[in-house]
C-alpha cells in the first residue's frame, strides 16, 4: 500500500458541496471515455522498474531504493519532522518527512523493509530523500516492467486511478487503437503506428530513452504530434473545401469607381498595397466565396485596401457590409470612407446598436432596399432585423477581435443560396507557423511594408518616479500645437476601479496643467458621448486624451506625437505594439513612454525590452509568442479555440510541414481515414475549430 501525505482538508464542507465523483473529476480533465484517456499522455515519467543500492546513490539522482530501517524518530526541532535512516549492508540513506501521517510512522518502524522513490539531495549527514514515495516492502508488488507514467491530473485524483484506467483502456480498445493513418503514408513517413505509439507513451520499456520521452523527441511522441497536427489541418482543409463548393455572386467591374479614388488620394498606394487589391480583386470576379485575410501591422494602411474593395463591389451593383469591433472605430472608418467617396455616387449607411430610433430606421429602409452601398457597423450590422438582401461582401476589420460565436453567428447568417465573399483584416503579426497551423482555411495578403515617410517612434522607459518630468514633457508638446495619449492603467477585473483610475489621472494632469484641454475617454461612456470626445480630438480641440484601452484599435489622429502608458507593465505585448502604433502617424517625430511601477517582475521585464528593442509587429509577435506560448497569444482561452496539446509550433516545424503536405492527399484518397483521424483527435469540437 502506498503512503501518501495528509492533504489539507477544509474545517466544515458547505451544504450544497458540488457533485465529486471520479467521473467529475475525470471530466475536469476532458476525459470522457476511453478514446480520451488514451490521448491523456503522461507529462514525465519515473523509473521503478529497478532498485539501486544505496552505495551507489548520487545526488541528483531520482531514484528507487529498498532498504531496511535502521533508526527512525519524530523531531521538533527545528520543526516537526520524521526522519528515519536507512541500511542495506553497503550504504545508507535518511529519509526526511515534514507532513506525516501515524502510518507514515507505523511503516517506517526500526526493522522494517520499506521501498522508497524520490530524489536524493545531498544533506548534511549524508545523502537523504525528502518526502519520498515509500511503499511497505513486506506487500509491495513484484517491480514493475515499464516505466510508471505521470499525467496531468486534478485535485482528489491520485496518479494511481488514472494509471489504473489507462491500463484498462489500453487493453479493452483495440478498436479505440486502430490506427488512422493509411499504411503507404505511414510508412512514407516513417512514422510509427499508432498503436504501438500509444503504449510506449503509456508505459515505455525501461531502456527508452527518457530525455527523448520527456523532450517530446522521441519517435512515439512524433507520431502523437503528427497526428495531432493532421487532424487540424484536416478539419482547416475539410473546411475550405466545403466552402469552395459553395457559391457567391461573382463580381464584375471596370474599376471606375476605384481609379477615382486613388486619383484623389494624397499618398501612392505601397507595392504591398497594390498586391493586395489585386489578390482580392481576383477572388471577388469568382464564383466562390472568398475568404482572405489581410494581415498588416499597424499603421500598413488596411484601410484604403478594404475601401477599394468596397467599391469594387459596390460598382458591380452590390451591397457591402464593413464591420468594426468598436464604434469608435466604425465611426472611423464612416469618416473616412465619407472623405474618400465625397464627390462619388456612393451611398454610405451609419448602423450601430446605440443610434437614435428614426436613423436606426433610415437605415434599415436604406439597407433593405438593396441598392448598391456600403454599411459600416459594428456587429449590430447582423442583429434581428437587418437586411441586406444583395450583401456581396463582409469586411471584417481587427477579426481577432471578434469572438468566434461571433463569427459563428456570420456564418449562420450567410445561409442563402449565395454567401458573400469576407475580407478579414488583422493587425495581429502572426507568426508564420500559427498562421499556416490556425489559417490554413484563408487565403492571406500580407502588407509587410510601411507607407513611407513614417518616422519611428522613440520607445523609452521611465518608472513612475519620473513622472514630473513626463508632466513637463507633454505641456512641451502641446505647446507645439501637437496632441498627447495617456493612457491608464488596466485593471481587468474591475471596469469600475478603471474609470475611478481614468478620472484621478485626469483630474491630476488638469491640475498639474491648467493651460491646457483634456479630455477622457473610458469604456463606460455612451457610444455618442466618446465620439464627441474622438470627434474633439480630431478636431484638435483636445491637448491630452486621458483614456483606458480603447485607443487600443485602430484610432488614427496623426496629429498626436506623444503617448504615455502608464503601468505598461500590466499590458500585454501586442497591446503594447498595437498602443504604440497609435503615434507616429503623421510626418512629426514621436514618442511612446512606457511608464512601469518599481519592482518588475521577470516577465513583465522580460515583456518591456522587447517592446523597448522592437518596432517590427511580426519580431514582436514571435518574442510573445517565446514568453507566452502559443495559447495565450491566440487568446484561445477566450475564443474556445482547440489548442494544441502535444505539438509545439516553435519545435516541430517540420512536423507541421509533412502533416500539411499529406492532409490534401489524406482527404482525396483516404476520406473515411480522415473522417476517423479528425474524429478521434477534435471530435465534438469541429464545429467550432472551423469558425
Ligand atoms: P491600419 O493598417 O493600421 O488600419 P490605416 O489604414 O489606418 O492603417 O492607415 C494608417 C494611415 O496611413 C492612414 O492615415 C492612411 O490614410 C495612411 N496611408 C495608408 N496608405 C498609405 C500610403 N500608401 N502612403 C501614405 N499613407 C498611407
Ligand atoms: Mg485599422
Known amino acids: 500500500m502506498a503512503a501518501r501525505a495528509p492533504s489539507k482538508k477544509g474545517a466544515a464542507r458547505p451544504a450544497a458541496a458540488p457533485r465529486n465523483t471520479l467521473r467529475d473529476k475525470l471530466a475536469r480533465l476532458g476525459l470522457k471515455g476511453d478514446a480520451e484517456l488514451l490521448l491523456h499522455l503522461p507529462l514525465r515519467y519515473e523509473d521503478r522498474t529497478r532498485l539501486t543500492p544505496l552505495a551507489e ?17 519524530v523531531t521538533y526541532r527545528p520543526r516537526r519532522a520524521l ?30 523493509r ?58 479493452a480498445a483495440a478498436e479505440t487503437l486502430a490506427d488512422t493513418l493509411p499504411e503507404v503514408l505511414r510508412q512514407r513517413l516513417g512514422l510509427w503506428d499508432f498503436a504501438t505509439s500509444l503504449r510506449t507513451l503509456h508505459a515505455p520499456p525501461p531502456e527508452a530513452a527518457l530525455e527523448t520521452l520527456e523532450s517530446r523527441q522521441h519517435p512515439a511522441w512524433q507520431r502523437l504530434k503528427f497526428d495531432e497536427l493532421l487532424a487540424q489541418q484536416l478539419s482547416l482543409k475539410a473546411h475550405r473545401r466545403a466552402r469552395q463548393a459553395r457559391r457567391a455572386q461573382p463580381l464584375a467591374a471596370a474599376g471606375t469607381l476605384a481609379r477615382t479614388l486613388l486619383g484623389k488620394l494624397p499618398f501612392r498606394l505601397t507595392e504591398a498595397q497594390r498586391q493586395a487589391v489585386l489578390e482580392i480583386r481576383r477572388d471577388l470576379e469568382l464564383a466562390r466565396p472568398m475568404h482572405r485575410l489581410l494581415q498588416g501591422d499597424v499603421g500598413s494602411g488596411k484601410t484604403i485596401v478594404a475601401a477599394l474593395a468596397a467599391l469594387h463591389a459596390v460598382e458591380a451593383g452590390f451591397q457591402v457590409a464593413f464591420m468594426a469591433p468598436t464604434e469608435i472605430l466604425a465611426e472611423q472608418h464612416y469618416r473616412k470612407l465619407a472623405e474618400w467617396l465625397k464627390d462619388q455616387p456612393v451611398p454610405l449607411i451609419w448602423l450601430v446598436g446605440a443610434q437614435g430610433a428614426s436613423a436606426r430606421r433610415d437605415a434599415l429602409a436604406a439597407g433593405g432596399s438593396g441598392a448598391p452601398a456600403v454599411v459600416v457597423g459594428t456587429h449590430a450590422l447582423f442583429q434581428e432585423g437587418v437586411s441586406l438582401p444583395r450583401l456581396a461582401l463582409l469586411i471584417i476589420d481587427e477579426q481577432h477581435r471578434f469572438g468566434v460565436t461571433q463569427r459563428l453567428a456570420l456564418r449562420g447568417r450567410s445561409g442563402g443560396e449565395l454567401e458573400p465573399h469576407q475580407l478579414m483584416m488583422s493587425a495581429t503579426p502572426i507568426p508564420r507557423t500559427l498562421a499556416m497551423s490556425y489559417y490554413a482555411d484563408l487565403d492571406v495578403s500580407v502588407l509587410d511594408q510601411m507607407p513611407p515617410g513614417r518616422r519611428p517612434v522613440v520607445t523609452k522607459l521611465a518608472s513612475q518616479r519620473r513622472r514630473p518630468e513626463l508632466i513637463a514633457r507633454v505641456r512641451e508638446v502641446c505647446a507645439t500645437g501637437q496632441q498627447v495619449y495617456w493612457v491608464c492603467p488596466l485593471i481587468e477585473e474591475s471596469e ?58 485602430g484610432v488614427d489622429v496623426p496629429n498626436a506625437t506623444l503617448m504615455v502608458i502608464e503601468h505598461a507593465e500590466r499590458f500585454g505585448l501586442a497591446q503594447l505594439h498595437q498602443l504604440r502604433g497609435r503615434v507616429g502617424r503623421g510626418g512629426e517625430a514621436s514618442a511612446c513612454v512606457l511608464l512601469y511601477d518599481e519592482p518588475l517582475g521577470q516577465v513583465a521585464k522580460a515583456r518591456l525590452k522587447v517592446i523597448f528593442e522592437h518596432h517590427d509587429g511580426f519580431e514582436i509577435a514571435r518574442q510573445d509568442l517565446l514568453i507566452r506560448g502559443p495559447g495565450e497569444f491566440l487568446g484561445a482561452r477566450q475564443s474556445g479555440l482547440p489548442l494544441l496539446r502535444f505539438a509545439d509550433l516553435e519545435t516541430d516545424l517540420a512536423l507541421m510541414e509533412a502533416a500539411r503536405q499529406v492532409a490534401d492527399e489524406v482527404l482525396q484518397d483516404f476520406p473515411l481515414a480522415a473522417e476517423q483521424h479528425v474524429a478521434r483527435w477534435l471530435g465534438a469540437r469541429q464545429e467550432f475549430f472551423k469558425a
Not at 549492508?89 to 511503516?107: E, Q
Not at 548534511?124 to 516492467?145: F, S
Open 57 to 73: 546513490l548520487k545526488a541528483g539522482d531520482t531514484t528507487q531504493v529498498e532498504a531496511e530501517v535502521a533508526t527512525s524518530e
Open 83 to 112: 526522519i528515519c535512516h536507512l541500511i542495506d549492508g553497503f550504504g545508507k540513506l535518511t529519509l526526511r518527512f515534514f507532513n506525516f501521517y501515524p502510518n507514515h510512522v507505523a511503516m517506517l518502524a526500526p526493522g522494517r
Open 114 to 171: 520499506v521501498r522508497a522513490y524520490g530524489e536524493v539531495r545531498q544533506g548534511y549527514h549524508g545523502l537523504e530523500m525528502v518526502h519520498p514515495t515509500i511503499r511497505d516492502a513486506a506487500c509491495a508488488e513484484p517491480l514493475p516492467l515499464a516505466l510508471t507514467p505521470v499525467y496531468p491530473t486534478t485535485a482528489g485524483l491520485p496518479q494511481e486511478t488514472l494509471r489504473r484506467l489507462v491500463r484498462r483502456a489500453l487493453d
Open 496 to 553: 469600475k476601479i478603471d474609470l475611478q483610475n481614468a478620472v484621478a489621472t485626469r483630474d491630476g494632469l488638469a491640475e498639474a496643467l491648467p493651460e491646457l484641454r483634456i479630455g477622457l475617454l473610458h469604456g463606460r461612456m455612451k457610444p455618442d458621448e466618446k465620439a464627441a470626445v474622438m470627434q474633439a480630438l480630431t478636431a484638435k480641440a483636445l491637448d491630452v486624451l486621458v483614456a483606458t484601452t480603447v485607443v487600443e484599435v
